[in-house]
């Protein structure tokens, strides 16, 4: 037994023995599924329109903003609103703005909460065209993947289509690059000038054949040939 007061053995064994509590200040783990259990092909995309058919928030329609495909989950615009710590702030709520009112967890602020894959369901898009129906009466749809011949030349692509119809739900737009939305400045080169300043790739070799050749296969290199002694090197 170590040489050591009785107090001072108290306080090592005390960091052992003490149990952390709770705050919401703590990170919270991160919820795992199962690989096996993990959806392969999603159905479900970022941008689509989904309809939530159970839960507080059921019938309710949003966007899809983000998606989790390690936990089966996904973000929508402005549904599920759930309050948390600054510390625990996620960069998709950069959008959301906090709760001025001091008042009932005035410290805290607004997040978006996950809901689960199978609570959603696609809507069908001629209902999303008419804006004189109501969300709740708005019908959902079951999807699946199959291939279509679109161009009408032979040639089949996988599409999401309702099952038993040929109904195509359309992919939802691709977002802009960062570069596309930067306005334009004075200190931008035209593209005529930067097309003309730039290298042209040129097909012809920069080196002899017999130099290329060897560079080609390392185990047989090039030999000097009579019969090739007039040819050129390129």
């Not at 000038?193 to 296969?217: D, M």
């Amino acid at each position: 037994m170590p040489n050591k007061p009785l107090h001072m053995l108290r306080e090592v064994w005390s960091k052992f023995t003490q149990k952390k509590t709770p705050t919401r200040l703590n990170v919270r783990k991160k919820k795992w599924v199962h690989p096996r259990d993990r959806i392969e092909r999603w159905k479900i995309l970022e941008g689509d329109t989904v309809k939530i058919i159970a839960g507080d928030d059921k019938f309710k329609i949003g966007r899809v903003k983000e998606i989790d495909k390690f936990t089966n989950r996904v973000w929508l615009e402005n549904i599920k609103v759930g309050r948390i710590t600054p510390s625990l702030e996620l960069p998709l709520n950069k959008g959301v703005q906090p709760n001025k009112e001091k008042s009932g967890g005035w410290w805290l602020r607004p997040s978006l909460k996950a809901i689960h894959v199978s609570n959603l369901m696609h809507v069908n898009p001629d209902d999303l065209k008419e804006e004189t129906i109501p969300d709740k009466e708005k019908r959902r749809v079951r999807v699946n993947w199959r291939k279509l011949d679109i161009d009408g030349n032979g040639t089949m692509r996988w599409r999401r289509v309702i099952c038993g119809t040929n109904q195509e739900i359309p992919f939802p737009p691709k977002p802009k690059e960062p570069w596309e939305n930067q306005e334009k400045s004075v200190y931008d080169t035209d593209k005529e000038v930067a097309s003309r300043l730039t290298w042209k790739v040129s097909r012809e070799s920069p080196l002899p054949r017999g130099v290329v050749n060897e560079l080609r296969n390392k185990f047989k290199p090039w030999r000097y040939s009579a019969r090739l002694k007039n040819r050129p090197f390129i």
